[in-house]
T-cell receptor, first 114, second 111 residues
Framework: DGGITQSPKYLFRKEGQNVTLSCEQNLNHDAMYWYRQDPGQGLRLIYYSQIVNDFQKGDIAEGYSVSREKKESFPLTVTSAQKNPTAFYLC?????????????FGQGTRLTVV | KQEVTQIPAALSVPEGENLVLNCSFTDSAIYNLQWFRQDPGKGLTSLLLIQSSQREQTSGRLNASLDKSSGRSTLYIAASQPGDSATYLC??????????FGAGTTVTVRA
């Protein structure tokens, strides 16, 4: 089945620790995205990548880092510099860019600081 | 900066009633608009996509309209069922296909 796989589903982080969230897609999509969702708020864009080995900051990139070494993979690292990392993180992909480009989402990773 | 607003934030209706969900956006220079469904603790499922040149899209009991000049979209769900209970999100895409999301409307359909 084609789709986007995020792992783990739940992640716990200690203060001062870096953690990495995995996102893999087998849809052969060029573009991939990371969003953060907080209760009562819309999704906010952290980083996005249009092609391999290239990525751009979104609206809330501070305290996060990404890489895009393979078309299928777009991992997100939440660093210790992110002061409020507890949130639901969603990865998405799309075929490319155009009027009918549709975004598809993974099932999310819930990160909690303990 | 694009601002997307969804009203109401929550809606409760009896089974069989039609649902009307509203989405407004501030910048009409959009590429397309998508409606998504989100179940608690889950990811987003795409429902409908409307290109900026289109006025509406239909899929089964769902119909979405777009008035780009006034910055509005409406999602209609006919003959609601308890299984329609979820949060519905709208998102608009800019020229880089970055999506701006509303906070969503949480729908409860009472049996």
């Amino acid at each position: 089945d084609g789709g986007i796989t995020q792992s783990p589903k739940y992640l716990f982080r200690k203060e001062g620790q870096n953690v990495t969230l995995s996102c893999e897609q087998n849809l052969n999509h060029d573009a991939m995205y990371w969003y953060r969702q907080d209760p009562g708020q819309g999704l906010r864009l952290i980083y996005y990548s249009q092609i391999v080995n290239d990525f751009q900051k979104g609206d809330i990139a501070e305290g996060y880092s990404v890489s895009r070494e393979k078309k299928e993979s777009f991992p997100l690292t939440v660093t210790s510099a992110q002061k409020n990392p507890t949130a639901f993180y969603l990865c998405a992909s799309s075929r490319g860019f155009g009027w009918n480009t549709e975004a598809f989402f993974g099932q999310g990773t819930r990160l909690t600081v303990v | 900066k694009q601002e997307v607003t969804q009203i109401p934030a929550a809606l409760s209706v009896p089974e069989g009633e039609n649902l009307v969900l509203n989405c407004s956006f501030t910048d009409s220079a959009i590429y397309n608009l998508q409606w998504f469904r989100q179940d608690p603790g889950k990811g987003l499922t795409s429902l409908l996509l409307i290109q900026s040149s289109q006025r509406e899209q239909t899929s089964g009991r769902l119909n979405a309209s777009l008035d780009k000049s006034s910055g509005r979209s409406t999602l209609y769900i006919a003959a609601s069922q308890p299984g329609d209970s979820a949060t519905y999100l709208c998102a608009v895409a800019d020229s880089d296909y970055k999506l701006s999301f509303g906070a969503g409307t949480t729908v409860t359909v009472r049996a």
